[in-house]
């Protein structure tokens, strides 16, 4: 079972057998989770997308016609139900920032810039618009080729680069990178 | 940012991706808004590189698992007659090999296993071949012994067709032992789940420990012909083992 490529293990999960899917799942469901995670910025609301995102596909498993790669079906799937989560969601208050965090001032001393006072990647990532965090997240922490990431966005290949570069200028922002954008 | 500005070469010169990384380094020293755009990028990336990736848990792995599984159950299709239902029959004609042996050792040992409760070498090595079953239930089993090579486990599939039902509700089991082994069972699965080998099974159900925020790891057994889970909670590396029964999910080891 270890050996069989993904499209193989679908079909048999398409037929009903589990040990196929649960194969599946465990090859991917720790990178589905960290997406998850990075895009919905909520451990319990991550779990839940990750397992509709596996209902999904076990549910559209024999409608999976091997024109793109599997993982980009399963990731394109996955965004799309964090998207639905989020959307759900909004009507709820923003999350706040951390106690005693506050988004750099450019024009302070330098020396703020220190390691110790940036906030961490999660925060800072909570900090962009959905489209670039998600962009930003795919390419940049999971690594993914541009190209892969427009098929899981849908969306062409222009649009994640011009995404990615003002997803990557706001976060460095964020992050305390006033030297460079001062 | 002006378009003549090469942002792909800047970012791949950031990811240290470039063979020669000469035409970047010559536009980033001619061009103060690459060298922004390219600190920047290396300022992300670092973040990136050092934040450590999430990962699920044991427990929500095993949980996400059995959600899914519980989700799906009423509609998913018949299983196909691979997988798992060959793999418990293989197993059920291993553990009717080794009651054999065991029956046999029992009696050229005139009882001997009473007073020293102690696993016998074939338990021992069900006890650590069956999780590679679990891992891959298409493979053969691993040999178990010169009486279980020889047995023939179609046939044995029928015999042992009665511990294979009662087994079912716990699903297979890794291990098949009686009463008199418990101690020492008990032992080598506070061994394995301190090693991580130990997994938790999906069909485990006994909502007291499954919803119980320590669990470890939860494996099928068969105790004395009967469904038992081997279950494992608290600290990894100083377990509390308990044996638990399949049907009525009590607590039948260690005793009161």
Known sequence: ?182 | MHERHDLDLIAAFAREALADASPARALIESCPECAEYYRATRLVLEAVRTDPAPRLTDLERYRLHRAIWEEVAPEAPAASPTSRGRWWYRLAGAAAALAAVVAVGGVLGNGRAAEEPTMTTAARELFTAAPDAMADRDETLAPLSAGAEAFDTTEAASSAAGAGEAADGAGAPTVVFSAADLPEVASAFTDRVSAGEAVIEPTFDCAEWADADDLLAAEPAEMDGEPVWLLAHGERDAPSVEVVDAAECVVVYPHG
């Open chain 1, 1 to 182: 079972m270890k050996d069989l490529p993904d499209p193989d293990l679908l079909a048999r999960a398409a037929r009903g057998d589990r040990a196929a899917f649960d194969e599946l799942m465990r090859r991917h469901e720790d990178r589905v989770f960290a997406i998850c995670l990075r895009i919905v910025r909520d451990r319990e609301v991550a779990l839940d997308t990750v397992q509709d995102t596996f209902l999904t596909v076990f549910r559209k498993a024999g409608q999976f016609r091997g024109e793109s790669q599997f993982s980009t079906w399963l990731y394109r799937v996955a965004v799309n139900t964090c998207y639905d989560h989020l959307r759900r969601r909004k009507r709820r208050p923003t999350e706040p920032l951390p106690e005693g965090f506050e988004p750099p001032d450019r024009h302070v001393d330098s020396a703020l810039s220190s390691v110790e006072l940036r906030p961490d990647l999660t925060t800072a990532l909570a900090s962009l618009s959905e489209e670039f965090r998600t962009t930003l997240v795919l390419a940049d922490v999971e690594g993914f080729p541009i190209g892969e990431v427009a098929r899981i966005l849908d969306v062409a290949e222009g649009t994640v680069k011009s995404r990615l570069h003002r997803a990557r200028k706001e976060l460095a922002r964020i992050l305390g990178n006033r030297e460079a954008w001062g």
